[in-house]
């Protein structure tokens, strides 16, 4: 496979529900295959996303000071600023060359979870960021729980099986800037090879080049998306749980040519991620002769845990 195939989310909300099938079928042979859709039809709006990018813009260009007000130690980045090359990919040395932004889960109904979470930073010079931020996240949280029920029914699950692990799930909202490139980078890329580690990625801002995804032959192929579609991935935690039906394929965001140095790049993902208490282990519908099982039974709280370790965000 070449490129990214495209799906529409209005085909699955359709109450004919044959287009809701073809829906199901689509997104499910192309997450077999190349692990990666274009998807339309989501719920955020363009003065939506016209805002976010606006204020997103606004809080990387506040000053370097201001920003690390806003970089807060001892929660492994999981809320608020990390700085220019903190994050590294698994198993490499050179940091990414990014900086991002950390909104989490806004819990409303649960003392426990509200507990467990690292509370979401303010930014007091930008109340429009702090807004627009809880708004685009909630957006992609439901347009995240339908492609979830989608995929439910795909592997023969009850069409609401996620819900209630996805309900006040860990998620988080990464707005990434990727600065202008001032000199010959040694080994550093904008962001290196990596599977992501959550159920599945809604990923904002993929219209330029950029991001790149690897087929199953090992070649790379850019993956754009039109301007109404956000690209929607298998992170590695749905590839477990499916035992690999469901491929987190391994993608990265090229250094642009020496022309576009100049140029910063946003993107805005949003890592779906389930409570730290949901089982990963293997699905029983995923496994038979041919395909045995091939992960360990773990918890999505201590998966994460371990990969957030091998980031470098969590010091051992
Ligand atoms: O910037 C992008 O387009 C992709 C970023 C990405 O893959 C990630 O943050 O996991
Ligand atoms: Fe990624």
Not at 257 to 282: A, C, N, Q
Request: with cysteine.
């Amino acid at each position: 496979m070449n490129s990214i195939p495209s799906v529409d989310l209005n085909n699955f909300l359709s109450d004919d529900l044959n287009e809701k099938q073809k829906f199901v079928d689509a997104i499910g042979k192309a997450y077999e295959e190349i692990g990666f859709v274009a998807l339309k039809g989501h719920f955020l709006n363009d003065i939506l996303v016209e805002n976010l990018y606006k204020e997103v813009k606004n809080f990387f260009n506040l000053s370097t000071d201001t920003k690390q007000k806003y970089e807060i130690p001892g929660i492994a980045g999981q809320r608020g600023y990390v700085s220019f090359g903190k994050e590294s990919a698994k198993g490499k040395k050179e940091g990414d060359l990014k900086e991002f932004w950390h909104f989490g889960q806004y819990v409303e109904d649960n003392d426990k979870l509200k507990q467990e979470y690292p509370d979401n930073v303010i930014v007091e010079e930008l109340p429009e960021f702090n807004k627009v931020g809880k708004e685009t996240y909630k957006m992609l949280e439901k347009t995240a729980k339908y492609v979830l029920r989608a995929l439910a029914l795909y592997l023969g699950l009850e069409e609401m099986y996620f819900d209630k692990y996805i309900h006040n799930g860990n998620s988080i909202l990464r707005p990434i800037h990727y600065p202008p490139i001032k000199e010959e980078p040694k080994e550093a890329v904008r962001a290196a090879a990596h599977g992501d580690i959550n159920l599945i990625t809604l990923l904002m801002g993929a219209q330029g080049r950029g991001l790149q995804v690897k087929n199953h032959k090992g070649e790379w192929i850019d993956a754009i998306a039109q301007p109404d579609e956000l690209m929607i991935n298998v992170g590695d935690m749905l590839s477990r749980h499916t035992n690999n039906k469901l491929k987190s394929t391994i993608h990265r965001v090229v250094n642009p040519p020496k022309e576009l140095w100049g140029t910063s790049r946003y993107s805005i993902p949003f890592f779906m991620h389930p409570i730290s208490d949901m089982k990963l282990d293997v699905l029983d519908s995923c496994v038979d002769e041919g395909n045995p099982k091939k992960f360990d039974d773990i918890t999505a709280g201590a998966f994460l845990n371990e990969r957030l370790v091998e980031l470098g965000l969590i010091k051992k």
